[in-house]
């Protein structure tokens, strides 16, 4: 089954955003050739903001800088059969408070993360939601 913006979440889909999986970020470089990393990730489906902790110099924050004023970024998790794929606008956000939002709602799916003081909040503005759950 396919998802898009805006029809309901599932109780399935939100528990399965809730779980603790490694998702994988798909950014692109300048060159227009796709850059894929695991990270953590969460997704507040109220807001429709998936979120990624990182350090502000990492290649995958220098790519949606590089593509400012916004990014089109692929967010995705797989867990046996069930898989989900975010997709949306990703910009790179070094207010203290959205990192303090992020890192919270990263504690809660994962672990606390190490102290990092030169981290930022990869935001992504959720545009299409696509999965079998």
Same mark, same amino acid.
């Given at each position: 089954?396919?998802?898009?913006?805006?029809?309901t #979440?599932t109780?399935?889909?939100r528990?399965?955003?809730?779980?603790?999986?490694?998702c994988?970020?798909?950014t692109h470089?300048p @060159?227009g050739? +796709?850059?894929?990393?695991?990270v $953590?990730a969460?997704?507040? @489906?109220?807001s429709? #903001?998936?979120r990624? #902790?990182?350090h $502000?110099?990492?290649?995958?924050?220098?790519n949606?800088l590089?593509?400012?004023?916004?990014?089109?970024?692929?967010?995705?998790? %797989?867990?046996?059969?069930?898989?989900?794929?975010? !997709?949306g606008?990703?910009?790179?956000?070094? @207010? +203290?408070q959205?990192?303090?939002?992020a890192?919270?709602?990263?504690? !809660?799916?994962?672990?606390?993360p190490?102290?990092? +003081? !030169?981290? %930022?909040? #990869? !935001?992504i503005?959720v545009?299409r939601?696509m999965?079998?759950?």
């Amino acid at each position: 089954m396919t998802l898009h913006v805006p029809p309901t #979440i599932t109780a399935d889909f939100r528990d399965f955003w809730q779980e603790r999986h490694l998702c994988l970020l798909v950014t692109h470089r300048p @060159d227009g050739t +796709p850059h894929q990393v695991p990270v $953590g990730a969460t997704y507040d @489906d109220v807001s429709g #903001i998936a979120r990624v #902790i990182s350090h $502000g110099a990492s290649k995958k924050v220098r790519n949606v800088l590089a593509a400012a004023p916004g990014a089109r970024v692929a967010l995705s998790q %797989v867990a046996g059969r069930r898989w989900s794929t975010l !997709e949306g606008i990703a910009t790179v956000n070094r @207010d +203290p408070q959205a990192v303090a939002e992020a890192v919270r709602r990263y504690t !809660e799916r994962y672990r606390e993360p190490r102290v990092n +003081p !030169e981290r %930022v909040v #990869i !935001e992504i503005a959720v545009t299409r939601r696509m999965g079998t759950v």
